[in-house]
């Protein structure tokens, strides 16, 4: 009988967590919700073989740009994702040779082995468009400038 019993326990547990997940209790509705669960499904894997895709994708630098150092300001992380590399916020002061120096605010994406790097007062190796200095890429492979 505990068999059964553990069994009518587990039933209701899932019918609590469905129920406050706004999903449907029942076996009609759990078969009626089984399209959309087969879209939000199919949204997921293509998210993911995105992901996938972009995180074979190599971060240059800007082309056409010029080089320089900028100096860390400060660091927030978005919450986001780009080929499963976290997506952060950084403010840096730039210089380069013949530009800067300047503040610059950009988002980009920055590698888990580089977030120890960000710290303020951190100076990176970057490039630079110098139009729109917001494009601006970090050389992740050379972190002290």
Known sequence: MGFFNDMVRARRAGNQVAAMQGRPTTVVGRIG????????????????????????????PVPGGILGVGTLVSYRATGQLDGFQPISELTLDVEAEGWGPERVTTTLRVPYEALVLMTPGRRLRVSLDRRDPTRLAVDWATPNA
């Open 33 to 60: 919700a089984i399209p959309g669960d087969m879209r939000a499904a199919a949204a997921s894997a293509e998210w993911a073989a995105d992901q996938q895709a972009r995180s074979t994708a190599v971060d240059g």
